[in-house]
């Protein structure tokens, strides 16, 4: 019983050992590198600080994932393209949003410019000479408007086409 209580332990211990990063390297930057994999071929021989111990395992045979390999050929075929496709997706997204809202905000505008000349020219129509034009002053009194009154308000009108109606 006591031999297979000490078994087990042993057994997990040198289990994990085999999950230990069995390559050191130093990369370009100097800094140390730990991997299960061996280093990129652009690692020069003696930056290599520790290989594993197992003589089946070398650099020039040991197989380059699959996504390295495919990164590394896109990288070669589009020399100074972007690096991170979500990167560039997420930018271009966050473009289009922004064109979005300004011509959203654009077309606001317009339509608002499109009410005020309407409205601009019913007001000159309504103040034309020979009207009697009545408002509403602030007592809630009625009262018409004088000639002065009218020539302010349709320079007014007159001012609001100018710039809203092109």
Do not use: Y
């Amino acid at each position: 019983m006591k031999l297979h209580k000490l078994l087990l332990p042993l057994l997990a211990c040198a289990w994990a050992t085999g999950a230990f990063a069995q390559w050191q390297w130093l990369d370009k930057d100097g800094r140390k590198v730990f991997s299960d994999r061996p280093p990129p071929l652009d690692v020069p021989e003696k930056n290599i600080l520790k290989q594993p111990h197992r003589g089946s395992l070398s650099r020039a045979t040991a197989p380059a994932p699959a996504a390295s390999a495919d990164a590394q050929l896109a990288a070669q075929a589009a020399p100074g393209q972007g690096k991170d496709k979500q990167l560039e997706d997420n930018k271009a997204k966050a473009e289009a949003a922004d064109a979005a809202k300004k011509k959203a905000e654009e077309e606001r505008l317009a339509k608002v410019r499109a009410d005020n000349c309407a409205r601009a020219k019913q007001l000159k129509t309504q103040l034309a000479p020979g009207r009697l034009v009545a408002s509403t002053n602030a007592k809630g009194e009625r009262s018409f408007m004088d000639d002065a009154t009218r020539e302010a308000e349709l320079r007014r009108a007159d001012g609001i086409i100018a710039s809203d109606c092109q």
